[in-house]
């Protein structure tokens, strides 16, 4: 009986993630699948070529093992600057990677969008792992400035 329920739990959190993964594809705003359909990224509340005029944007990781949202990055594009800039980024499970899947995808976002910058504020909420901050954004090329309980980070496209 519990071996049942919990082969129908699973069940329906696989049929949920690849429902969720083929009305992603079909909305055409997929950014990255992982090889073995573990997880995607998508472009949650806009089609690119809406964001191509400028505005907020977040990208999101579904997990299928959750069938859930389980990580996301904010963004908004400025179209006159060509500025790409990171906002708020949230995630529900550290140490697993997904911040660099994330900033993968914000950088494709940027390129995609033909920006000359990325730019981003480390929040003073976050001063106690700025050291971890750095790592990641040196990782992808980011310039990373930190003064004092603040900083800015800054990757130039072009």
Avoid: P
Avoid at 57 to 66: E, P, R, T, Y
Avoid at 127 to 154: A, C, P, Q, R
């Amino acid at each position: 009986m519990v071996k049942r329920l919990f082969s129908k739990l699973f069940t329906s959190k696989a049929e949920t993630f690849h429902k969720a993964l083929e009305y992603e594809r079909k909305s055409g705003v997929i950014f990255e699948v992982d090889a073995d359909e573990q997880w995607f990224v998508a472009l949650a509340n806009k089609k690119l070529k809406e964001l191509n005029e400028g505005g907020f944007a977040m990208l999101i990781l579904f997990q299928k093992q959750k069938s859930a949202q389980i990580a996301s990055i904010k963004t908004v594009y400025d179209y006159d600057k060509q500025e790409l800039f990171i906002g708020d980024f949230e995630s529900h499970v550290e140490n697993k990677g997904y911040g660099s899947i994330l900033l993968r995808n914000v950088i494709e976002l940027a390129k995609r969008l033909n920006c000359k910058v990325i730019t981003g504020n480390l929040s003073s909420v976050d001063s106690d792992h700025f050291d971890k901050l750095k790592h990641i954004y040196k990782k992808f090329n980011f310039e990373v400035y930190i003064s004092g309980k603040s900083g800015t980070i800054i990757r130039k496209l072009v």
